[in-house]
């Protein structure tokens, strides 16, 4: 059974800095992409940054291009959201994605797996 795990959301001042991990286990991890979404309160989940199976290729959304990285290490099964700059509009909740095809994609059906969420806050 896959599962993912996430870790370092909290509560930051705008233009500070936090980093997303997420954990995989059940499966075997280099095989498949993995992304991030957010949530926030009354909208859509929107993709955020997605990587490809062995890390070459990422794609970051336009609204946290240059300011958020996305990254994975594939001998401890993590991948990790880099977020600098952050800004109150970047405040939600974020979930790490698995897929089961070795590329990502920006709309949230094409993925199959789910964390549990980390909340990020970011105040003015």
């Known amino acids: 059974q896959v599962q993912l795990v996430e870790s370092g959301g909290g509560l930051v001042q705008a233009g500070g800095s936090l980093r997303l991990s997420c954990a995989a286990s059940g499966r075997t991890f280099s095989n498949y992409a993995m992304g991030w979404f957010r949530q926030a309160p009354g909208k859509e989940r929107e993709f955020v940054a997605g990587?490809?199976?062995?890390?070459?290729?990422?794609h970051c959304a336009d609204s946290v291009k240059g300011r958020f990285t996305i990254s994975r290490d594939n001998a401890q099964n993590t991948v990790s959201l880099q977020m600098n700059s952050l800004k109150p509009e970047d405040t939600a909740v974020y979930y790490c994605?698995?897929?089961?095809?070795?590329?990502?994609?920006?709309?949230?059906?094409?993925?199959?797996?789910w964390g549990q969420g980390t909340q990020v806050t970011v105040s003015a």
């Open positions: 990587i490809t199976a062995s890390g070459a290729g990422t």
């Open positions: 994605a698995g897929s089961n095809t070795p590329s990502y994609s920006e709309t949230p059906q094409r993925w199959d797996y």
